[in-house]
């Protein structure tokens, strides 16, 4: 299917690496306007030189847990009107014991991976409404499963599900919202080059997935656009989940 966002407006947060950076490319590519809200200067700026002769993209360093920094973006967005879609991608995740995860590590992600999407969707809701535009949250098959020691991004990111159905009820009919929640995602091709190096996927890795592979960032890109096209404007308050089949898969431990 192809999409054409020609004179469409985004927003995407954490956008200079890995899932954020492959939704930025594919809205370029599709003819949208981007406008990057991204914590990390050097990510951010890598990734708007590397894509800006994809169409236009604009660095907005920002700490989306801030409401003055949210505000500020706001502002340099709403100069060139209105907006058609929000991404709300940006997360962080510290994993650790939870006899040793301080509070204000709890906190620190709470406060950008759910504040920070309820602050950015309050922010963004006037300039939404003007388009009747849609918003897409970024969340996790970490709301519906764990791994040990990931209290604070699990509980995040059930959040973040459960404000997605709630935004959606209150912003419809004029903007829809909807959520999506990646499995494994193989993010490291697409890390700043300072950070680009890492151990590669094993045949294991892949084949335990029941599609046979392990995610990629594009994978989820292109959820995202479906999400924010007209062909999917009866999908509204909805957790697709992207993750090769991995939480429909039983697993018992195997006899000795």
């Known amino acids: 299917m192809i999409f054409n966002f020609t004179d469409n407006t985004a927003v995407v947060t954490g956008g200079g690496q890995g899932i954020g950076r492959a939704i930025a ?3 370029l590519k599709a003819g949208a306007r981007v406008w990057l ?6 990510a951010g700026s890598e990734t708007c030189a590397e894509l800006a002769p994809l169409g236009p993209i604009e660095l907005v360093v920002t700490d989306i847990s801030n409401p003055d920094a949210v505000n500020s973006l706001r502002q340099r967005v709403a100069v060139g009107g209105g907006l058609d879609l929000l991404v709300n991608n940006a997360a962080i995740m510290v994993r650790k014991p939870i006899e040793e995860l301080t509070p204000k590590e709890w906190h620190q992600v709470l406060d950008v991976n759910l504040t920070g999407p309820f602050l950015c969707s309050r922010a963004f809701v006037p300039l939404l409404r003007t388009r009747r535009g849609c918003i897409v ?12 020691h990931t209290e604070s991004y699990s509980a995040s990111k059930g959040g973040l599900v459960a404000l997605t159905h709630s935004l959606a009820l209150s912003l419809g009919p004029e903007i829809r919202v909807n959520c999506i929640s990646p499995g494994w995602i193989d993010a490291t091709p697409l890390a700043k080059r300072s950070h680009s190096h890492s151990a590669p996927l094993s045949v294991r890795d892949h084949t335990q997935h029941p599609a046979g592979r392990v995610g990629r960032p594009d994978d989820i890109a ?8 007209d062909e999917a404007s009866f999908i509204t308050g909805e957790n697709i989940v992207i993750d090769g089949g991995m939480t429909r898969k039983m697993i018992y431990a195997e006899e000795g």
């Open 37 to 42: 809200a991204e914590s990390d200067a050097e």
């Open 137 to 148: 949250n970024i969340a996790s098959t970490r709301a519906l499963m764990s791994e040990p």
């Open 222 to 229: 292109a959820m995202v656009l479906y999400l924010a096209s």
């Open 25 to 27: 490319e594919a809205l």
